[in-house]
């Protein structure tokens, strides 16, 4: 759906995926494979997953964000957010990563 400010008309969507960081796993030795160990663990899953739609959808309301599609799998997440023109990609980017991860410690025991 076209929007329109007193500028511009718009109809902006991005595509956001990212994998979020696990803990490094404590019983290998070589640094190279714990470096790539942090990424592409399943813990997304359940509750956390449930947790974690909720939070996003929260973040857009608050800043004013279109939240089109969302969907958690179990190693990453796909974001499709409609946003202003005003607002850059990476703006977006990283209120949604930072402050889902502070809603989510802040609220939860169980870090991810």
């Known amino acids: 759906m076209v929007k329109s400010t007193r500028h511009a008309k718009y109809e902006l ?18 640094l190279a494979e714990q470096g790539s160990a942090q990424y592409r663990r399943s813990h997304l899953t359940g509750k956390t997953k449930e947790r974690l739609e909720t939070i996003f959808a929260e973040i857009c309301e608050d800043k004013g964000l279109e939240l089109a599609e969302s969907e958690v799998m179990p190693d990453h997440v796909h974001l499709f957010i409609g946003s202003p023109p005003k607002n850059a990609p990476s703006l977006i980017v990283n209120w949604v990563k930072g402050i889902s991860a502070r809603k989510y410690n802040q609220r939860y025991d169980d870090r991810v």
């Open 13 to 30: 969507y991005y595509h956001i995926v990212f994998v979020p960081k696990s803990g490094r796993i404590s019983d290998s030795a070589d």
